[in-house]
C-alpha cells in the first residue's frame, strides 16, 4: 500500500518505520527543507517539499494512487485542514490526529471519522496497565470490512430496543446512559438522550449517516471508550 503523511513529527517517522519494515510504500510531505535532508539518508521513502494543507500540492501528490493519507502535524488545526482538503481530493481513508479535545466534535460534524487523540490513548493505556487491566487494543477485534457507529436517542427512537428498525448487517450491541455501559439483550428499553453503538459493516454507514446525521461512525474515540467500558 501507498501511504502519505504530511510532516515528519516524531510518530511519522516511528509509524513509517514500521510500515517501511513491512514493505509498503511511504511518502512524506515536509515544508522543512532541512528536515527532509537529514531523513531522507536515514528513510528509503519519498519526500515532497511543501505545505500540506495545499489542495494543488495533495493533488500532486496523486489520491487516486494512495491508501492512506495521515495529518499528523504538531498543529490542531493544520491536521483538520490537510484532512478536509484530502478527504474532498478524494483521498479513500484520512486519519487526522488533534490534542485539544475540544476540538473532536468538531471533527465528528465535519465527517472525519478517523481521529486519534494521543494524549488520551496513551493515559488510559497506561492507567489500564496499573490496574493490572487487559491492555490489548479493540482494533485488533474491529478489522476488514467491520466498523462502529453510534447515534443519541431521541423520541423517535425512544422505546424497546428490538423496534428500532436497522438495516440488514447492523446490530446494536450496547448503550450508554449517565456514563454507564449497558450490553444490548435485544429488549432494553432505551431512553431519550441514550447513546446506542452499532456494529456494522463500511457499506452500510452511508445509510446509517442518512438517517443519523452528524452520529459516529469508526471514530477512534468511541473504539476507545467502548474498549474502557469493557474493562
Known amino acids: 500500500m501507498r501511504i502519505v503523511f504530511i510532516d515528519t513529527s516524531t510518530i ?43 489542495p494543488s500540492l495533495l493533488r500532486e501528490i496523486g489520491p487516486e494512487n494512495t491508501h492512506f493519507l495521515f495529518c499528523l502535524t504538531e498543529n490542531d488545526r493544520d491536521n483538520i485542514i490537510a484532512a478536509l482538503v484530502g478527504r474532498s481530493l478524494g483521498f479513500p481513508r484520512v486519519i487526522v490526529k488533534i490534542e485539544d479535545r475540544d476540538l473532536e466534535h468538531i471533527c465528528t460534524e465535519l465527517g472525519l471519522d478517523d481521529i486519534i487523540v494521543p494524549t488520551r490513548t496513551i493515559s488510559r493505556y497506561l492507567a489500564d496497565m496499573v490496574g493490572g487491566q487487559d491492555v490489548s487494543e479493540l482494533t485488533t477485534a474491529i478489522k476488514g470490512e467491520a466498523r462502529f ?63 443519523w446525521p452528524g452520529s459516529v461512525s469508526q471514530n477512534k474515540t468511541e473504539e476507545k471508550k467502548l474498549k474502557e467500558k469493557k474493562s
Do not use: W
Open 12 to 54: 511519522s517517522v516511528a509509524t513509517a518505520e514500521n510500515l517501511l519494515a513491512a514493505g509498503h510504500e511511504v511518502v512524506f510531505i515536509e515544508i522543512d527543507k532541512e528536515k527532509i535532508g537529514l531523513l531522507s539518508d536515514k528513510l528509503d521513502c519519498g519526500f515532497m517539499h511543501g505545505d500540506g494543507t495545499s
Open 149 to 211: 457507529f453510534s447515534f443519541i436517542v431521541t423520541e423517535a427512537e425512544r422505546g424497546n430496543i428490538k423496534d428500532i428498525n436497522l438495516p440488514k448487517h447492523a446490530r446494536i450491541i450496547c448503550y450508554y446512559r449517565d456514563g454507564n455501559f449497558t450490553l444490548s439483550d435485544g429488549e432494553n428499553e432505551l431512553k431519550i438522550g441514550d447513546e446506542v453503538v452499532v456494529l456494522t459493516y463500511r457499506v452500510k454507514l452511508d445509510e446509517l449517516k442518512q438517517r
